[in-house]
């Protein structure tokens, strides 16, 4: 099994920034790609960002203002946030791929919480 496990949120005010940790450990035999999902209060689960070999995709509401890195040798994905709005508020799930399977889910990690307040 693999064990995914974030770090890095808290609490922010608007305009401020945060970076996410995110450790995968456990059955790794080769990563190819890293995810993060956000899930806010009462709304669907939303796919953040992707890093995908050399390429990285983001969705329409953090475009330019997150960005996805990865260490690979350390199985690690990060997320650094910027300018942090209030609708960025949500918790924040990561993702891995080993050949062409995602994890499922349920086998996700606790998440780390992302409050974007004054």
């Known amino acids: 099994q693999v064990q995914l496990v974030e770090s890095g949120g808290g609490l922010v005010q608007p305009g401020g920034s945060l970076r996410l940790s995110c450790a995968a450990s456990g059955s790794i035999f080769s990563i190819n790609a890293m995810a993060w999902y956000r899930q806010a209060p009462g709304k669907q689960r939303e796919l953040v960002a992707i890093s995908s070999g050399g390429s990285t995709n983001y969705a329409d509401s953090v475009k330019g203002r997150f960005t996805i890195s990865r260490d690979n040798a350390k199985n690690t994905v990060y997320l650094q946030m910027n300018s942090l709005k209030p609708e960025d508020t949500a918790v924040y799930y990561c993702?891995?791929?080993?050949?062409?399977?995602?994890?499922?889910?349920?086998?996700w990690g606790q998440g780390t919480q992302v409050t974007v307040s004054s």
């Open positions: 993702n891995v791929r080993q050949g062409s399977s995602w994890l499922k889910s349920g086998s």
